[in-house]
Protein backbone atom coordinates (compact mmCIF):
# COMPACT_ATOMS: atom_id res chain seq x y z
CA UNK A 1 0.00 0.00 0.00
CA UNK A 2 1.52 3.32 -1.25
CA UNK A 3 2.28 6.00 2.17
CA UNK A 4 0.64 9.08 1.65
CA UNK A 5 1.60 12.52 3.26
CA UNK A 6 -0.74 15.73 3.75
CA UNK A 7 -0.77 19.11 6.11
CA UNK A 8 -2.26 17.75 9.01
CA UNK A 9 -3.91 21.17 8.57
CA UNK A 10 -5.56 24.36 7.10
CA UNK A 11 -7.65 27.01 7.21
CA UNK A 12 -9.22 29.08 4.48
CA UNK A 13 -11.64 31.64 5.03
CA UNK A 14 -15.58 31.67 3.34
CA UNK A 15 -15.76 32.11 -0.57
CA UNK A 16 -12.11 30.86 -1.45
CA UNK A 17 -11.04 28.45 -2.93
CA UNK A 18 -9.10 25.26 -1.41
CA UNK A 19 -6.11 22.95 -2.71
CA UNK A 20 -4.82 19.93 -0.26
CA UNK A 21 -2.12 18.34 -1.82
CA UNK A 22 -1.35 15.00 -1.41
CA UNK A 23 2.19 13.44 -2.34
CA UNK A 24 2.29 9.64 -3.19
CA UNK A 25 5.83 9.05 -4.28
CA UNK A 26 5.29 5.05 -4.49
CA UNK A 27 2.31 5.06 -5.89
CA UNK A 28 1.77 1.47 -8.14
CA UNK A 29 0.85 1.43 -11.64
CA UNK A 30 -2.84 0.37 -10.78
CA UNK A 31 -3.61 2.31 -8.10
CA UNK A 32 -6.21 5.00 -8.02
CA UNK A 33 -6.26 8.22 -5.73
CA UNK A 34 -9.32 8.64 -3.34
CA UNK A 35 -10.23 11.20 -1.49
CA UNK A 36 -13.09 10.87 1.51
CA UNK A 37 -14.58 13.78 3.58
CA UNK A 38 -15.63 13.33 7.35
CA UNK A 39 -17.42 15.68 9.41
CA UNK A 40 -17.27 15.39 13.02
CA UNK A 41 -18.93 12.24 14.49
CA UNK A 42 -19.90 10.81 11.00
CA UNK A 43 -18.32 8.18 9.12
CA UNK A 44 -16.26 9.22 5.81
CA UNK A 45 -17.91 10.03 2.86
CA UNK A 46 -16.47 9.59 -0.93
CA UNK A 47 -15.93 12.91 -2.43
CA UNK A 48 -13.53 12.24 -5.63
CA UNK A 49 -11.44 9.27 -7.14
CA UNK A 50 -9.43 9.82 -10.27
CA UNK A 51 -5.87 8.04 -12.36
CA UNK A 52 -4.66 10.58 -14.32
CA UNK A 53 -4.94 13.97 -15.10
CA UNK A 54 -8.06 16.11 -13.97
CA UNK A 55 -11.37 14.63 -12.36
CA UNK A 56 -14.34 17.39 -11.60
CA UNK A 57 -17.54 16.10 -9.83
CA UNK A 58 -20.47 18.23 -8.53
CA UNK A 59 -18.32 18.80 -5.07
CA UNK A 60 -14.65 19.21 -6.05
CA UNK A 61 -12.18 18.61 -8.48
CA UNK A 62 -8.98 16.41 -8.44
CA UNK A 63 -5.91 17.39 -10.32
CA UNK A 64 -2.80 14.15 -11.42
CA UNK A 65 -0.07 15.40 -12.66
CA UNK A 66 1.89 13.06 -15.41
CA UNK A 67 3.95 11.05 -12.78
CA UNK A 68 0.97 10.38 -10.54
CA UNK A 69 3.40 11.53 -7.21
CA UNK A 70 1.61 13.76 -6.26
CA UNK A 71 -2.26 14.52 -6.09
CA UNK A 72 -3.93 18.01 -5.19
CA UNK A 73 -8.09 18.24 -4.20
CA UNK A 74 -9.68 21.17 -4.98
CA UNK A 75 -12.73 22.77 -3.37
CA UNK A 76 -14.23 25.50 -4.84
CA UNK A 77 -15.44 28.51 -2.87
CA UNK A 78 -15.60 26.41 0.33
CA UNK A 79 -18.45 27.44 2.87
CA UNK A 80 -18.40 26.53 7.03
CA UNK A 81 -20.03 23.51 6.05
CA UNK A 82 -17.09 22.51 4.24
CA UNK A 83 -15.36 22.32 7.77
CA UNK A 84 -14.13 18.62 8.17
CA UNK A 85 -11.13 15.71 7.79
CA UNK A 86 -10.49 15.35 4.32
CA UNK A 87 -8.56 12.04 3.56
CA UNK A 88 -6.45 11.08 0.62
CA UNK A 89 -5.64 7.43 -0.17
CA UNK A 90 -4.21 5.42 -2.51
CA UNK A 91 -4.99 1.83 -3.05
CA UNK A 92 -4.31 -1.68 -5.38
CA UNK A 93 -7.32 -3.08 -7.42
CA UNK A 94 -6.12 -6.20 -5.70
CA UNK A 95 -6.24 -5.11 -2.19
CA UNK A 96 -9.03 -5.04 0.29
CA UNK A 97 -7.54 -2.52 2.66
CA UNK A 98 -7.84 0.95 2.42
CA UNK A 99 -5.30 2.80 4.80
CA UNK A 100 -6.14 6.07 6.06
CA UNK A 101 -3.76 8.69 7.19
CA UNK A 102 -4.43 11.38 9.54
CA UNK A 103 -5.64 13.36 7.05
CA UNK A 104 -6.05 17.38 6.33
CA UNK A 105 -8.28 18.95 9.07
CA UNK A 106 -9.73 21.93 6.86
CA UNK A 107 -11.00 24.70 9.55
CA UNK A 108 -13.35 27.45 7.63
CA UNK A 109 -13.75 30.27 8.84
CA UNK A 110 -16.40 33.26 8.32
CA UNK B 1 -32.60 3.29 1.40
CA UNK B 2 -31.27 3.14 5.13
CA UNK B 3 -27.66 2.88 3.61
CA UNK B 4 -25.00 1.56 6.33
CA UNK B 5 -26.88 1.51 9.86
CA UNK B 6 -25.36 0.64 13.40
CA UNK B 7 -26.45 -0.41 16.55
CA UNK B 8 -25.26 0.49 19.74
CA UNK B 9 -24.86 4.52 19.19
CA UNK B 10 -22.77 4.52 22.37
CA UNK B 11 -21.81 2.12 24.81
CA UNK B 12 -20.22 1.49 27.70
CA UNK B 13 -18.38 -1.43 29.06
CA UNK B 14 -16.64 -2.65 31.72
CA UNK B 15 -13.05 -4.13 31.39
CA UNK B 16 -13.88 -8.42 30.85
CA UNK B 17 -17.10 -7.75 29.21
CA UNK B 18 -18.47 -8.27 26.11
CA UNK B 19 -20.43 -7.20 23.34
CA UNK B 20 -21.69 -7.43 19.64
CA UNK B 21 -21.96 -4.15 17.88
CA UNK B 22 -24.18 -4.76 14.72
CA UNK B 23 -23.78 -3.67 11.29
CA UNK B 24 -26.82 -3.66 8.61
CA UNK B 25 -26.57 -2.66 4.85
CA UNK B 26 -29.29 -2.82 2.79
CA UNK B 27 -27.90 -2.04 -0.58
CA UNK B 28 -27.23 -5.71 -1.28
CA UNK B 29 -23.39 -5.03 -1.16
CA UNK B 30 -20.74 -8.04 -1.02
CA UNK B 31 -17.95 -6.49 0.64
CA UNK B 32 -18.09 -4.99 4.51
CA UNK B 33 -15.77 -3.64 6.39
CA UNK B 34 -15.01 -2.87 10.06
CA UNK B 35 -12.55 0.08 11.03
CA UNK B 36 -11.72 1.70 14.52
CA UNK B 37 -10.87 5.55 14.79
CA UNK B 38 -9.21 6.62 17.91
CA UNK B 39 -9.02 10.25 18.62
CA UNK B 40 -7.75 12.67 16.60
CA UNK B 41 -6.37 9.69 13.98
CA UNK B 42 -7.43 7.61 10.92
CA UNK B 43 -8.98 4.56 10.34
CA UNK B 44 -7.61 1.29 11.13
CA UNK B 45 -9.01 -1.66 9.67
CA UNK B 46 -10.39 -4.39 11.73
CA UNK B 47 -11.75 -7.22 9.77
CA UNK B 48 -13.07 -7.18 5.81
CA UNK B 49 -15.55 -9.74 4.47
CA UNK B 50 -16.52 -10.07 0.44
CA UNK B 51 -19.17 -12.52 1.08
CA UNK B 52 -21.53 -14.24 2.71
CA UNK B 53 -19.49 -16.42 5.01
CA UNK B 54 -15.84 -15.10 3.45
CA UNK B 55 -14.24 -13.20 6.24
CA UNK B 56 -10.43 -12.04 6.18
CA UNK B 57 -8.50 -9.85 9.35
CA UNK B 58 -7.21 -6.53 8.48
CA UNK B 59 -4.45 -4.32 10.29
CA UNK B 60 -5.67 -4.61 14.06
CA UNK B 61 -7.72 -7.81 14.40
CA UNK B 62 -6.57 -8.70 17.65
CA UNK B 63 -9.13 -9.13 20.44
CA UNK B 64 -12.17 -9.06 17.71
CA UNK B 65 -14.28 -11.76 15.86
CA UNK B 66 -16.39 -11.21 13.05
CA UNK B 67 -19.17 -13.66 11.03
CA UNK B 68 -21.15 -12.83 7.77
CA UNK B 69 -23.94 -15.09 7.19
CA UNK B 70 -25.86 -12.84 5.25
CA UNK B 71 -25.08 -10.79 2.84
CA UNK B 72 -26.63 -7.89 4.77
CA UNK B 73 -25.11 -8.12 8.06
CA UNK B 74 -21.27 -7.83 9.73
CA UNK B 75 -21.58 -7.70 13.34
CA UNK B 76 -17.93 -7.13 15.41
CA UNK B 77 -17.81 -9.43 18.14
CA UNK B 78 -15.44 -8.09 21.46
CA UNK B 79 -15.19 -11.00 23.74
CA UNK B 80 -13.09 -9.64 26.61
CA UNK B 81 -12.81 -5.77 26.54
CA UNK B 82 -10.08 -4.20 27.23
CA UNK B 83 -9.42 0.16 27.96
CA UNK B 84 -7.29 -0.51 24.59
CA UNK B 85 -10.35 -0.96 22.65
CA UNK B 86 -12.49 2.23 23.57
CA UNK B 87 -13.03 3.89 20.04
CA UNK B 88 -15.04 4.89 17.67
CA UNK B 89 -16.23 1.61 15.42
CA UNK B 90 -17.25 2.54 11.47
CA UNK B 91 -19.13 -0.10 9.61
CA UNK B 92 -18.61 0.41 5.67
CA UNK B 93 -19.93 -1.70 2.83
CA UNK B 94 -19.31 -1.96 -1.33
CA UNK B 95 -20.48 -3.09 -4.05
CA UNK B 96 -18.01 -5.44 -4.69
CA UNK B 97 -18.53 -5.86 -8.25
CA UNK B 98 -16.32 -3.83 -10.32
CA UNK B 99 -13.06 -5.97 -9.49
CA UNK B 100 -11.35 -3.03 -7.60
CA UNK B 101 -11.24 -3.94 -4.35
CA UNK B 102 -11.03 -1.40 -1.77
CA UNK B 103 -10.81 1.30 -4.47
CA UNK B 104 -14.75 0.84 -4.86
CA UNK B 105 -16.34 3.68 -3.04
CA UNK B 106 -17.21 2.82 0.51
CA UNK B 107 -20.27 3.41 1.96
CA UNK B 108 -19.38 4.50 5.68
CA UNK B 109 -22.29 3.83 8.72
CA UNK B 110 -22.58 6.45 11.75
CA UNK B 111 -20.36 4.96 13.98
CA UNK B 112 -20.65 3.02 17.45
CA UNK B 113 -18.77 5.33 19.96
CA UNK B 114 -17.35 2.58 23.27
CA UNK B 115 -15.90 3.24 26.23
CA UNK B 116 -14.00 0.66 28.33
CA UNK B 117 -13.77 1.43 31.67
Known amino acids: LAKTTQPISMDSYEGQEVNITCSHN???????ITWYQQFPSQGPRFIIQ???TKVTNEVASLFIPADRKSSTLSLPRVSLSDTAVYYCLVGGAGSYQLTFGKGTKLSVIP | NAGVTQTPKFRILKIGQSMTLQCTQDMNHNYMYWYRQDPGMGLKLIYYSVGAGITDKGEVPNGYNVSRSTTEDFPLRLELAAPSQTSVYFCASSPGTSGRGSQETQYFGPGTRLLVL
Open chain 1, 26 to 32: NIATNDY
Open chain 1, 50 to 52: GYK
